[in-house]
């Protein structure tokens, strides 16, 4: 795929500066350049490298004013960022997987299947499941007894969508991730542990993207639900009956314990741990690594462990540094303190 | 599956309280009720939902007396709980799934395989590994090479049993988990790191369950052990020659590093942290995200990272969030001080 | 396979102080000696176990003296731990894995593959494909489009490497580990989240080691980078364009956000988190459970979340854990300057 950065710059509704010729086949970040390549400069930090840069080609902003010689051409457009972003994707659509039923992949006589489908190799879709069009199934993803997705969504390879649970609409799972392992519930029995059946299932809305070796598990009764638009990364544990509201975005290896409800627009960093039963309100930002062991009301800003009011954790650890010095000059206080009592006594 | 509530009642021992005949197809948590559906009432802190539920049917207790009109039918119980799971337990024996070897498993011929099995597509059962009776391999699951499975012993899709693990009678393993993994073993040898063998296996005693996506190493040499009735939650890691006491629950994302020892009948957290060669106690409780780093008595209550007395901890982390205030009195007794001192020597 | 006592010295340039004919059958941890078995002492620490050991052998340093009666033969060398790997790799190496190409495996006709391979049931090899010589391919392995394995290297069971990734020679990757999925980018527009494509690759050099069900994402451009010889445990997160440098060795379920750039020879404990863009030197120490902020410069050690230097850090905590005590000895200073000020007043 070859492009020349005047055609580029049409896609993009951009204006070159430079050679509308140069001929373009890679894209590259802007450290890293080659000849060939088209890279960007969105954050200015990294202006410098425009310099030097071996790239062909590189997307900058309209206002952008070099402050030494530009070796590359430039194409100008309003927000390099966006306009990378639609880049990317024209490029990853000329990617697509190979479609069509792979051989080897088993689907039960009783599954339903929708039209433009991939379906990879040793992919298992067991009876009463309902795929829709336009999904691309990996190779060796496994979806459950009666579980249903909508259309265009893509579960990478193993990925493992269990019984009865559905996804909606225009969502990506990433390999390795399992929707619908039981909840961890136990019933204390005479010196031992009871299990709880897990009869519920996942509900996952439009729009999700879920990382790999992910775990949500189903829900006791009802359902464990992903709201439209939440984005979760890797290795994420989601339990039981736990609620993420719409476009919440939570970063990787975080968990959160069975029942509790997340707001809507909620960041949560990575490493984060939410105990269960708890109500998270909208528009909540977790700081990496927070335990956050009681309610969060909307818009609140929270970490440590257990978490509270992020500028307040800041502050309370900038004198828990100090904490060595400070205790040194309590004794000295104390010192000071005995003498003056000691000489009013003595006078 | 239709059942009436004085049918439901005589299979708990309980008594209807309103309508007999009723008829129930559903199970629902409390605050989720729908027509036709049986839901119960267990914590007193959920009653109001009671008097507005769209249920058909709630188990409660005995000695439930509602404080505001009740529409639906009650079935009175001993142990509303209790009552409900097993309920949950008939629900889910109904669902069993489907018994058979697939066609597209893979059964090397010198495996042995007991009668009364479900082995799913694809999955994987090599040489010389044994299956007992009534056992449930789901989908694209791995039994490696001279592994045994006692009796009614489910692997969920895509579980990875190793060669020479064993896994004792009625365990549940969930989706994604690996048995058996190498131990993290690394000599520092020149300037590398120069890998030491890992030739032990993995002993899963009856009655365990583990989460998904879990990852449980060999030995380097010998076994690691998890003991009888132990629950493990999702995306565990457990390393090399450690040992878990019988019925230790541990809460998701929990590491523990190798060769540690863990008591029987411990509570452990999410997220928790566990260094290597250490003894830990019977009774243990260790608080979510904490992180221990010497032997624990039995009965202890830890949390912090590293850990110490959870109660201390908790005092501490209270004077923790006070710091900036504490410093600043500190200062002005500072100022005081000086005062005092100064006034002293002026007189 | 049984070995006698001589032949395991002669093996090792050992010399044997016992019985040269003992045979051996099997290897043991030194606390748990069974006869006909070999085990090792390295630490000191464990010494009295040989004086009680029922193994038949004990591989001990040149300069060992016993201070008790010891009843098995010893096999003396230079270094027993190193000489105990040496007899292990042997042992391991006598269990290699079944070789040749499994009949269920699915290679596309487009895939190029070396010789003296294994590729186990159910294993996928995508088009494009390349394998060396000599590689261990397990069961229900996806090695994806265009992905590329150097020589000797080990997939263990259910591994993913996905589209363009590339694994160089004598690499070891764990069961469950996905290789290449999408890095976690998304960029706000309007009132959701748009995904930014993910176009780059992995790249893996010579001699890593990767543990089970780790998720090592695909750059955003260009590669993400685990250098020659690093190794990493269970369960860890490697976001996109992360790049890792040669011999660092990661503990379990750490994680390391976009972009960071981890230094040669570093150790990182288990569960550390490390922010995004960040640089961090060679020779890095840091302690489980802390999180990184910040750059770090080569040789630092550090703890904490977020971290400083360990030594500080540890000096901070010992205040912490006596913060309690500390404001009690606060509020009584406070009470003997307000005395203090009130009988100066008083005079």
């Known amino acids: 795929m070859v492009f ?3 055609a580029v710059a049409a896609l993009l509704n951009g204006a070159v500066d430079g ?36 790239a062909t080609a590189a997307i900058v902003a309209n206002d952008f ?17 966006a306009a990378f972003a639609i880049l990317l994707e024209q490029y990853a659509r000329m990617k697509r997987p190979a479609a069509g039923i792979h051989p080897t992949a088993f689907i039960d006589a009783t599954a339903t299947v929708g039209n433009d489908l991939f379906i ?5 879709i067991d009876s009463g499941a309902m795929v829709g069009n336009g999904c691309h199934i990996h190779p060796q993803v496994y979806i459950g007894r009666n579980a249903k997705l909508g259309n265009n969504v893509t579960l990478h390879a193993g990925v493992r ?3 009865d649970c559905t996804v909606g609409s225009n969502c990506t799972i990433h390999a390795g991730t399992v929707i619908g392992s039981d909840g961890f519930g136990f019933a204390p029995s005479d010196n031992a542990y009871g299990k709880v059946p897990q009869i519920g299932n996942v509900v996952i809305h439009d729009d999700v993207e879920i990382g790999a070796n992910c775990t949500i598990d189903r829900a006791t009764m009802g359902s464990t639900v992903i709201g439209k638009g939440v984005k979760l990364d890797n290795l994420i544990q989601v339990a039981h009956n736990v609620e993420i509201g719409e476009h919440t975005v939570i970063a990787a290896q975080t968990g959160i314990a069975g029942s509790t409800k997340i707001g809507r627009r909620c960041m949560i960093g990575g490493q984060v741990g939410i105990v269960g039963h708890l109500k998270i309100g909208d528009n909540v930002k977790i700081a990496a690594q927070s335990g956050i062991g009681s309610d969060v009301k909307d818009n609140a800003l929270m970490q440590g462990s257990p978490a509270f009011d992020a500028g307040n954790y800041r502050r309370a650890y900038v004198s828990f ?5 400070t205790v040194s000059i309590i004794n000295e206080l104390r010192m000071d303190v005995e003498e003056l009592k000691k000489d009013r006594h003595d006078r």
Not at 321 to 325: E, H, I, S, T
């Open 4 to 6: 020349t950065a005047g």
């Open 65 to 81: 004013v070099p402050t030494a010689k530009v070796h590359c051409t430039l194409i100008r457009v309003k927000d390099p960022y």
């Open 321 to 325: 540094r100090g904490l060595p010095k």
């Open 19 to 54: 050679n509308p010729d140069a001929t373009l086949n890679d894209v590259c970040p802007i450290e890293h350049g080659r000849a060939g390549a088209l890279t960007f400069l969105a954050n200015p930090k990294y202006a410098h490298h425009l310099y030097t840069t071996a």
């Open 161 to 163: 969508l269990l019984d």
């Open 120 to 124: 990879g190799a040793h992919a298992v």
